[in-house]
């Protein structure tokens, strides 16, 4: 196998937004942020807006996510000068 090709695989918390749930697990993706996890230790944390426990399909409950802010990002981000 070559070396240093693969990225850095460590330890973050996913932070869902929508319910306020967090969990800790392995992941490619950094962040800038930390948060204080139950063990005492310091972790970067990645927002997200849904996950299991926030999803329709695993909660069973209708959930209304807005998605405007991101449309309108996307718009201004791509909009013809």
Known sequence: MKNDIHPEYNEVVFHD????????????????????WEDGKEYPVIKVEVSSASHPFYTGKKLFVDTAGRVEKFKNKYKKA
């Open 17 to 36: 937004m929508a319910s306020d749930f967090k969990f800790l697990t392995r992941s490619t993706l950094k962040s800038k942020e930390t948060v204080k």
